[in-house]
Protein backbone atom coordinates (compact mmCIF):
# COMPACT_ATOMS: atom_id res chain seq x y z
CA UNK A 1 0.00 0.00 0.00
CA UNK A 2 1.76 3.44 -1.26
CA UNK A 3 1.65 5.74 2.26
CA UNK A 4 1.00 9.11 1.28
CA UNK A 5 0.78 12.76 3.02
CA UNK A 6 -1.62 14.83 2.49
CA UNK A 7 -0.41 18.35 2.72
CA UNK A 8 -3.97 19.31 4.11
CA UNK A 9 -1.45 18.71 7.72
CA UNK A 10 -0.03 21.83 6.69
CA UNK A 11 -2.66 24.13 5.40
CA UNK A 12 -2.08 27.24 7.99
CA UNK A 13 1.57 27.38 6.30
CA UNK A 14 3.05 27.78 3.22
CA UNK A 15 4.37 24.53 1.18
CA UNK A 16 7.64 24.93 0.69
CA UNK A 17 10.71 22.13 0.34
CA UNK A 18 11.07 21.99 4.08
CA UNK A 19 7.23 20.49 5.03
CA UNK A 20 7.93 18.33 1.17
CA UNK A 21 11.36 17.15 3.61
CA UNK A 22 9.44 16.65 6.76
CA UNK A 23 6.99 14.07 4.54
CA UNK A 24 9.73 12.67 3.07
CA UNK A 25 11.77 11.91 6.44
CA UNK A 26 8.16 10.35 7.81
CA UNK A 27 7.74 8.11 6.21
CA UNK A 28 5.97 9.05 3.71
CA UNK A 29 6.28 7.43 -0.41
CA UNK A 30 4.36 10.30 -1.76
CA UNK A 31 2.42 13.50 -1.03
CA UNK A 32 -0.97 14.97 -2.10
CA UNK A 33 -0.85 18.31 -2.46
CA UNK A 34 -3.78 20.48 -1.20
CA UNK A 35 -4.54 22.94 -3.48
CA UNK A 36 -5.69 25.57 -0.88
CA UNK A 37 -4.17 29.37 -2.31
CA UNK A 38 -2.61 30.65 1.05
CA UNK A 39 -1.10 27.19 1.58
CA UNK A 40 0.20 26.36 -2.19
CA UNK A 41 -0.61 29.17 -4.88
CA UNK A 42 -1.26 27.32 -8.02
CA UNK A 43 -1.75 30.53 -9.53
CA UNK A 44 1.56 32.04 -9.34
CA UNK A 45 4.63 30.30 -11.40
CA UNK A 46 7.27 30.92 -8.55
CA UNK A 47 5.54 28.30 -6.44
CA UNK A 48 4.80 25.63 -8.81
CA UNK A 49 8.57 25.79 -10.36
CA UNK A 50 10.11 25.90 -6.80
CA UNK A 51 8.10 22.26 -5.99
CA UNK A 52 8.26 21.16 -9.38
CA UNK A 53 12.55 21.11 -8.88
CA UNK A 54 12.39 20.29 -5.68
CA UNK A 55 10.17 16.87 -7.28
CA UNK A 56 12.90 16.41 -9.76
CA UNK A 57 15.38 16.04 -7.39
CA UNK A 58 13.93 14.02 -4.76
CA UNK A 59 12.45 10.56 -4.69
CA UNK A 60 9.07 11.55 -3.16
CA UNK A 61 6.11 11.42 -5.28
CA UNK A 62 3.74 13.57 -6.08
CA UNK A 63 0.98 11.60 -6.46
CA UNK A 64 -2.12 13.70 -6.88
CA UNK A 65 -3.66 17.01 -5.93
CA UNK A 66 -6.77 17.63 -4.22
CA UNK A 67 -8.76 19.97 -6.02
CA UNK A 68 -9.88 23.41 -4.81
CA UNK A 69 -12.37 24.47 -2.45
CA UNK A 70 -12.52 28.35 -2.76
CA UNK A 71 -11.05 30.15 -5.13
CA UNK A 72 -8.92 32.84 -3.07
CA UNK A 73 -6.88 32.32 0.05
CA UNK A 74 -8.93 32.95 3.17
CA UNK A 75 -10.79 29.50 2.32
CA UNK A 76 -14.17 31.91 1.76
CA UNK A 77 -13.87 33.51 5.24
CA UNK A 78 -14.43 36.88 3.22
CA UNK A 79 -17.35 35.84 1.02
CA UNK A 80 -16.04 34.30 -1.89
CA UNK A 81 -18.04 31.56 -3.07
CA UNK A 82 -17.22 27.94 -2.41
CA UNK A 83 -16.18 25.55 -5.96
CA UNK A 84 -19.40 24.13 -6.67
CA UNK A 85 -19.47 22.15 -9.85
CA UNK A 86 -23.17 21.24 -8.72
CA UNK A 87 -24.53 24.61 -8.18
CA UNK A 88 -27.77 25.90 -9.27
CA UNK A 89 -26.40 28.53 -11.70
CA UNK A 90 -24.58 28.08 -14.33
CA UNK A 91 -22.13 30.58 -14.20
CA UNK A 92 -20.77 29.39 -10.86
CA UNK A 93 -20.74 26.23 -12.30
CA UNK A 94 -18.06 27.22 -15.37
CA UNK A 95 -16.14 29.04 -13.10
CA UNK A 96 -15.62 26.15 -10.38
CA UNK A 97 -14.50 24.58 -13.21
CA UNK A 98 -11.78 27.01 -14.46
CA UNK A 99 -10.82 27.33 -11.49
CA UNK A 100 -10.27 23.14 -11.08
CA UNK A 101 -7.96 23.78 -14.36
CA UNK A 102 -6.43 26.22 -13.23
CA UNK A 103 -5.13 23.99 -10.52
CA UNK A 104 -4.84 21.25 -13.29
CA UNK A 105 -2.55 23.10 -15.09
CA UNK A 106 0.17 22.44 -12.31
CA UNK A 107 0.41 18.87 -14.10
CA UNK A 108 2.84 20.56 -16.82
CA UNK A 109 5.45 21.32 -14.22
CA UNK A 110 5.37 18.43 -11.97
CA UNK A 111 4.03 15.16 -12.97
CA UNK A 112 0.87 14.23 -10.83
CA UNK A 113 -0.97 11.30 -10.98
CA UNK A 114 -4.47 11.75 -9.63
CA UNK A 115 -6.92 14.79 -8.92
CA UNK A 116 -9.20 14.88 -6.21
CA UNK A 117 -12.56 15.89 -6.86
CA UNK A 118 -15.76 17.24 -4.68
CA UNK A 119 -18.69 16.98 -6.68
CA UNK A 120 -20.52 19.75 -4.75
CA UNK A 121 -20.55 21.00 -0.99
CA UNK A 122 -21.97 18.67 2.06
CA UNK A 123 -25.62 20.28 1.90
CA UNK A 124 -26.05 19.42 -1.64
CA UNK A 125 -29.04 16.82 -2.29
CA UNK A 126 -29.30 13.57 -5.28
CA UNK A 127 -31.73 14.92 -8.20
CA UNK A 128 -31.47 14.06 -11.85
CA UNK A 129 -29.96 17.64 -11.93
CA UNK A 130 -27.48 16.92 -10.02
CA UNK A 131 -26.86 13.90 -11.31
CA UNK A 132 -26.25 15.92 -14.60
CA UNK A 133 -24.02 18.56 -13.38
CA UNK A 134 -22.22 16.05 -12.34
CA UNK A 135 -21.76 14.15 -15.73
CA UNK A 136 -20.86 17.27 -17.28
CA UNK A 137 -18.29 18.26 -14.58
CA UNK A 138 -16.44 15.29 -15.26
CA UNK A 139 -16.37 14.53 -18.77
CA UNK A 140 -15.28 18.13 -19.25
CA UNK A 141 -12.42 17.75 -16.54
CA UNK A 142 -11.81 14.71 -18.01
CA UNK A 143 -11.51 16.06 -21.11
CA UNK A 144 -8.92 18.39 -19.62
CA UNK A 145 -6.88 16.65 -17.35
CA UNK A 146 -5.66 13.24 -19.97
CA UNK A 147 -3.46 14.95 -22.14
CA UNK A 148 -1.72 15.78 -18.80
CA UNK A 149 -1.62 12.00 -17.63
CA UNK A 150 -4.00 12.99 -14.93
CA UNK A 151 -6.67 10.72 -13.55
CA UNK A 152 -9.68 11.77 -12.03
CA UNK A 153 -10.86 10.53 -8.61
CA UNK A 154 -14.55 11.56 -7.11
CA UNK A 155 -14.38 11.76 -3.31
CA UNK A 156 -17.71 10.83 -1.16
CA UNK A 157 -18.61 13.78 0.91
CA UNK A 158 -21.00 13.65 3.41
CA UNK A 159 -23.83 14.68 1.43
CA UNK A 160 -26.52 12.57 -0.14
CA UNK A 161 -25.76 13.43 -3.86
CA UNK A 162 -21.77 12.01 -3.19
CA UNK A 163 -22.92 8.74 -1.27
CA UNK A 164 -21.02 5.73 -2.33
CA UNK A 165 -24.10 4.56 -4.18
CA UNK A 166 -24.85 7.74 -6.13
CA UNK A 167 -21.23 8.26 -6.69
CA UNK A 168 -21.19 4.54 -8.48
CA UNK A 169 -24.40 5.53 -10.53
CA UNK A 170 -22.96 9.11 -11.79
CA UNK A 171 -19.88 6.38 -12.84
CA UNK A 172 -21.75 4.05 -14.22
CA UNK A 173 -24.62 6.14 -16.14
CA UNK A 174 -21.87 8.35 -17.49
CA UNK A 175 -19.94 5.22 -18.79
CA UNK A 176 -17.12 7.10 -17.22
CA UNK A 177 -14.39 3.91 -17.15
CA UNK A 178 -11.56 6.16 -16.43
CA UNK A 179 -12.40 7.96 -13.41
CA UNK A 180 -12.08 6.31 -9.99
CA UNK A 181 -13.06 7.14 -6.72
CA UNK A 182 -11.10 8.26 -3.60
CA UNK A 183 -13.00 6.74 -0.42
CA UNK A 184 -12.70 9.21 2.37
CA UNK A 185 -12.85 6.77 5.27
CA UNK A 186 -13.89 9.41 7.86
CA UNK A 187 -16.71 10.85 5.53
CA UNK A 188 -18.29 6.87 5.18
CA UNK A 189 -17.79 6.38 9.03
CA UNK A 190 -20.17 9.22 9.30
CA UNK A 191 -22.57 8.10 7.07
CA UNK A 192 -23.05 4.45 5.04
CA UNK A 193 -20.44 3.04 7.14
CA UNK A 194 -17.15 2.09 6.10
CA UNK A 195 -17.55 -2.01 5.13
CA UNK A 196 -20.84 -0.59 3.03
CA UNK A 197 -18.96 2.10 1.27
CA UNK A 198 -15.80 -0.67 0.75
CA UNK A 199 -18.43 -2.90 -0.68
CA UNK A 200 -20.78 -0.64 -2.59
CA UNK A 201 -17.17 1.24 -4.28
CA UNK A 202 -15.12 -1.93 -4.60
CA UNK A 203 -12.69 -2.16 -7.20
CA UNK A 204 -13.23 1.82 -7.89
CA UNK A 205 -11.69 2.64 -5.10
CA UNK A 206 -8.17 4.29 -6.10
CA UNK A 207 -7.22 5.82 -3.05
CA UNK A 208 -8.33 6.49 0.66
CA UNK A 209 -8.63 9.26 2.62
CA UNK A 210 -7.20 8.32 6.14
CA UNK A 211 -8.68 9.98 9.54
CA UNK A 212 -10.67 9.47 12.47
CA UNK A 213 -13.65 11.08 14.40
CA UNK A 214 -16.32 10.10 16.26
CA UNK A 215 -19.08 9.30 13.90
CA UNK A 216 -20.85 12.94 13.53
CA UNK A 217 -18.85 15.11 12.25
CA UNK A 218 -15.92 15.58 9.67
CA UNK A 219 -13.00 15.96 12.54
CA UNK A 220 -9.85 14.90 10.96
CA UNK A 221 -8.65 13.23 13.72
CA UNK A 222 -5.62 10.99 13.97
CA UNK A 223 -6.17 7.05 13.37
CA UNK A 224 -7.06 5.93 16.95
CA UNK A 225 -8.38 9.17 18.18
CA UNK A 226 -12.25 8.31 17.22
CA UNK A 227 -14.10 5.76 17.15
CA UNK A 228 -13.31 4.14 13.77
CA UNK A 229 -12.44 0.10 14.46
CA UNK A 230 -9.29 0.30 12.37
CA UNK A 231 -8.72 -3.49 12.75
CA UNK A 232 -12.33 -4.19 10.52
CA UNK A 233 -11.29 -1.38 8.19
CA UNK A 234 -8.09 -3.59 7.27
CA UNK A 235 -9.72 -6.40 6.41
CA UNK A 236 -12.52 -5.05 4.79
CA UNK A 237 -9.81 -2.79 2.58
CA UNK A 238 -8.16 -6.57 2.43
CA UNK A 239 -11.31 -7.54 -0.19
CA UNK A 240 -10.42 -5.29 -2.46
CA UNK A 241 -8.35 -6.67 -5.83
CA UNK A 242 -6.12 -3.71 -5.51
CA UNK A 243 -4.51 -2.05 -2.54
CA UNK A 244 -5.82 1.57 -2.81
CA UNK A 245 -3.09 4.74 -1.92
CA UNK A 246 -3.38 5.40 1.82
CA UNK A 247 -3.74 9.33 1.72
CA UNK A 248 -2.86 9.92 5.12
CA UNK A 249 -5.43 14.10 5.69
CA UNK A 250 -4.93 15.09 8.81
CA UNK A 251 -6.30 18.80 10.14
CA UNK A 252 -4.08 21.57 9.97
CA UNK A 253 -4.83 22.15 13.49
CA UNK A 254 -3.06 19.41 14.83
CA UNK A 255 -0.18 19.77 13.03
CA UNK A 256 2.91 20.65 15.80
CA UNK A 257 6.10 20.80 14.23
CA UNK A 258 7.63 18.95 17.17
CA UNK A 259 5.59 15.86 17.57
CA UNK A 260 4.34 15.82 13.79
CA UNK A 261 7.34 13.68 12.34
CA UNK A 262 6.77 11.11 15.05
CA UNK A 263 3.15 10.89 14.62
CA UNK A 264 3.29 10.66 11.11
CA UNK A 265 5.91 7.03 10.97
CA UNK A 266 3.83 5.83 14.04
CA UNK A 267 0.32 6.07 11.78
CA UNK A 268 2.07 4.81 8.80
CA UNK A 269 3.52 2.19 10.75
CA UNK A 270 -0.04 1.30 12.58
CA UNK A 271 -1.54 1.08 9.03
CA UNK A 272 0.79 -1.55 7.91
Known amino acids: MLRVLSTHLFLNHRLHPGLLDLAGRSGADAVEIFAARQH ?11 LAGWFRSNTLQPFSMHAPLFPDREMGRAGA ?5 LHGEKS ?3 AAMD ?6 EVAERIPLRNLIVHLGESTDTWSPR ?13 AFARPLGVRLLVENLMSDATSPEHLMTILDVG ?3 NVGVCLDLGHAHATVGIREAVATLGPRIASLHVHDNHGVRDEHLWPGEGTIDWPATV ?4 QLPNPPAAVLEIHYNLYHPQSAQAHIEQTFANLG
Do not use: C, Q, W
Not at 130 to 142: F, I, K, N, P, V
Open 175 to 177: HLD
Open 81 to 85: PAVNV
Open 92 to 94: HRI
Open 40 to 50: FDYHHRDEIME
Open 99 to 104: EIKRAL
Open 235 to 238: EALK
Open 130 to 142: SLEYALTALEHLG
